[in-house]
């Protein structure tokens, strides 16, 4: 497979590509770190190369594109999206948008996606299993038009 077919989106300093299977190793380095795992997963949920390897690699959702962030040609994270079916697009009324679910107190996050133009439409009240807890996520939306 050709490098630039594995570039999912590039824009500057910023690119996604594909997760391949040799991110295995980055992906468990980054899914034992409890301050990783205090935004992705839960601490309470340390993973190792045989977790990585089911959650990332053999149980992957029909439709779902796995990949990694780069920033300055660095890796600094992860990032998976896939279509919204029907039924979803109707319940929260989306056409062809980006959206995310971010959780509420993940304040960071929440200034980077809206300074890279996603804007929040819903709160979710316990949307999300985080921590031993349901936890409130935002509901945003990039529209590129």
Not at 64 to 72: A, D, E, F, L, N
Request: charge should be negative; aromatic fraction near 14%.
């Amino acid at each position: 497979m050709s490098v630039s077919a594995m570039i999912l989106y590039h824009n500057e300093e910023l690119c996604v590509r594909r997760l391949e299977l040799e991110d295995a190793g980055l992906l468990v380095k980054w899914l034992s770190d409890p301050v990783v795992l205090e935004y992705y997963e839960g601490r309470d949920r340390p993973h190792d190369l045989e977790m990585v390897l089911e959650h990332f690699y053999e149980d992957v959702p029909e439709g779902m594109t796995p990949g990694i962030v780069q920033y300055k040609s660095q890796d600094v994270g992860y990032i998976q999206f896939y279509p919204i079916e029907a039924e979803e697009r109707q319940e929260y009324g989306y056409a062809d948008k980006i959206v995310m679910d971010p959780q509420s107190w993940n304040r960071r996050a929440l200034r980077v996606y809206e300074k890279n133009g996603f804007v929040r439409k819903k709160l979710l009240p316990e949307h999300e299993w985080h921590e031993g807890q349901y936890r409130d996520c935002w509901l945003i939306e990039y529209n590129g038009a």
